[in-house]
T-cell receptor, first 112, second 115 residues
Framework: KQEVTQIPAALSVPEGENLVLNCSFTDSAIYNLQWFRQDPGKGLTSLLLIQSSQREQTSGRLNASLDKSSGRSTLYIAASQPGDSATYLCAPLEDSSYKLIFGSGTRLLVRP | DAMVIQNPRYQVTQFGKPVTLSCSQTLNHNVMYWYQQKSSQAPKLLFHYYDKDFNNEADTPDNFQSRRPNTSFCFLDIRSPGLGDAAMYLC??????????????FGPGTRLLVL
C-alpha cells in the first residue's frame, strides 16, 4: 500500500528565503507525481506535475524534482513571499490503481 | 474561468438529514473523483467514476453514495449524516486518456457542517 510522507509538517521562514519541501513515497510504481497548493478552507491548486520519466519540472519560482527509484520528490521555492503561505501537498499517481495518494502536507508560513 | 464547480460552497445539515453535494465540470473529462478532507489531514478518496463506471473505495461507508447522470455532473449523497461526516468535500476531474501526463483538477470544495 502506497504511503506518502511529507517533511516538515510545518515551516516558518522569513520572506526572501529559498526553501525545500520534502515528499517520500513507499511504492515507486507511479505514473507521475503532482504538487498541490491548498489555501485555508479552499480546494487544491495544481502547481507542478512530473511524469515518471522526468527528473524535474519548473514553473516560475517553483522547481520540483523526482527520484522515482528512491521514492523521493522535492519542491524548491525560490525567494519566498508572504503570498506563498499555504499548505503544500504532494501526491503520486499509482499505476496499479490510477489514484492519487496524498501526503498530509507541509504548512508553510512566510513572514514579511 | 471555473473548470470544476462545486455547489454549495457551505452546507449546514442536521444529524441524520440527507444531504446532496454537487459537482460540475466544463472540461469534458472522463474521470470524476470525490474526496473527504478533515482538518489538517490529507484528502481521502471516497469513490470515482471513469465515464459511467463507478469505483468505490473499500473503506467508504455505505452512508455515502454517488451519482453521475452525465459527463458534466456528479453528486455526492450522504444518506444519514453523522457528526463525524463534517468535513470539506472535494471534487476533482482528470481526462483519463494519457495517464502519465494528466493533471488532476480540483474544485473549491464544499464545507459540510452537521448540527
Amino acid at each position: 500500500k502506497q504511503e506518502v510522507t511529507q517533511i516538515p509538517a510545518a515551516l516558518s521562514v522569513p520572506e526572501g528565503e529559498n526553501l525545500v519541501l520534502n515528499c517520500s513515497f513507499t511504492d515507486s510504481a507511479i505514473y507521475n507525481l503532482q504538487w498541490f497548493r491548498q489555501d485555508p478552507g479552499k480546494g487544491l491548486t495544481s502547481l507542478l506535475l512530473i511524469q515518471s520519466s522526468q527528473r524535474e519540472q519548473t514553473s516560475g519560482r517553483l522547481n520540483a524534482s523526482l527520484d522515482k527509484s528512491s521514492g523521493r520528490s522535492t519542491l524548491y521555492i525560490a525567494a519566498s513571499q508572504p503570498g506563498d503561505s499555504a499548505t503544500y501537498l504532494c501526491a503520486p499517481l499509482e499505476d496499479s490503481s490510477y489514484k492519487l495518494i496524498f501526503g498530509s502536507g507541509t504548512r508553510l508560513l512566510v513572514r514579511p | 474561468d471555473a473548470m470544476v464547480i462545486q455547489n454549495p460552497r457551505y452546507q449546514v445539515t442536521q444529524f441524520g438529514k440527507p444531504v446532496t453535494l454537487s459537482c460540475s465540470q466544463t472540461l469534458n473529462h472522463n474521470v470524476m473523483y470525490w474526496y473527504q478532507q478533515k482538518s489538517s489531514q490529507a484528502p481521502k478518496l471516497l469513490f470515482h467514476y471513469y465515464d459511467k463506471d463507478f469505483n468505490n473505495e473499500a473503506d467508504t461507508p455505505d452512508n455515502f453514495q454517488s451519482r453521475r447522470p452525465n459527463t458534466s455532473f456528479c453528486f455526492l449523497d450522504i444518506r444519514s449524516p453523522g457528526l463525524g461526516d463534517a468535513a470539506m468535500y472535494l471534487c476533482a476531474t482528470r481526462m483519463g486518456v494519457s495517464r502519465d501526463r494528466e493533471t488532476q483538477y480540483f474544485g473549491p470544495g464544499t464545507r459540510l457542517l452537521v448540527l
